[in-house]
Nanobody, 122 residues
Framework: QVQLVESGGGLVQAGGSLKLSCAAS????????MGWYRQAPGKQRELVVR???????NYADSVKGRFTISRDNAQNTVYLQMSSLKPEDRAVYYC????????????????WGQGTQVTVSS
């Protein structure tokens, strides 16, 4: 059973920083990409940033220059360093991994974490 477990959310003042972590556990054959999405109240879930194992990265325009994704491939872990946070960054942040579990080698699908709340006060 593959699981994604996030940590690091919380309350921060505008202009502050937070770092989110997400670890994928279980029997994993291969991970193609990991990333972060967010969902603000009353809005649809949106991409924040996604990075493939090959190093291709896609940031949402709204976070470019403020957020940075990093990965520890050996630990199947992805991080999101968020700086210069704004009230509009307030949302539940979800980790996502596009991976192949060991029980279904080379069959890839998306997995989600449970979400972690980020609140930015003005």
């Amino acid at each position: 059973q593959v699981q994604l477990v996030e940590s690091g959310g919380g309350l921060v003042q505008a202009g502050g920083s937070l770092k989110l972590s997400c670890a994928a556990s279980g029997s994993i054959f291969s991970i193609y990409a990991m990333g972060w999405y967010r969902q603000a109240p009353g809005k649809q879930r949106e991409l924040v940033v996604r990075e493939t194992t090959g190093g291709s990265t896609n940031y949402a325009d709204s976070v470019k220059g403020r957020f940075t994704i990093s990965r520890d491939n050996a630990q199947n872990t992805v991080y999101l360093q968020m700086s210069s946070l704004k009230p509009e960054d307030r949302a539940v942040y979800y980790c996502n991994a596009y991976l192949s579990p060991a029980t279904m080698e080379r069959i890839y699908s998306g997995y989600w974490g449970q979400g972690t709340q980020v609140t930015v006060s003005s």
